[in-house]
């Protein structure tokens, strides 16, 4: 069975940290370009970060720049999301998507979608 799993989401205090897992079976996360995405409730869906397919290429957006950290484990299968210094506005839910061509696009354009996983900063 082809799925993205994400875990790791939970409840966190202000400036904490969490990591995110995102983990594949029936493919092999290394042959696609992996983001994650978030959707806080009464607001679109949006990027969060990328690792392209090829080059280990990293993106993050500037919201979550030098507090979020994007990493692969081949050997696991498994893409993370290491979280610092959350903050209320971080406060949603994530989703992992696998995309076939070298970088992130839509969320729609994805190949596979995981199902998300509750991430909640508050004190």
């Known amino acids: 069975q082809v799925q993205l799993v994400e875990s790791g989401g939970g409840l966190v205090q202000p400036d904490g940290s969490l990591r995110l897992s995102c983990a594949a079976s029936g493919f092999t996360l290394d042959d696609y370009a992996i983001g994650w995405f978030r959707q806080a409730p009464g607001k679109e869906r949006e990027g969060v970060s990328c690792t392209s397919k090829t080059d280990g290429v990293t993106y993050y957006d500037n919201s979550v720049k030098g507090r979020f950290t994007i990493s692969r484990d081949n050997a696991k299968n498994t893409i993370y999301l290491q979280m610092n210094s959350l903050k209320p506005e971080d406060t949603a839910v994530y989703y992992c998507?696998?995309?076939?061509?070298?970088?992130?696009?839509?969320?729609?354009?994805?190949?596979?979608w995981g199902q998300g996983t509750q991430v909640t900063v508050s004190s």
């Open positions: 998507a696998a995309f076939s061509v070298s970088g992130c696009l839509t969320p729609d354009e994805s190949d596979y």
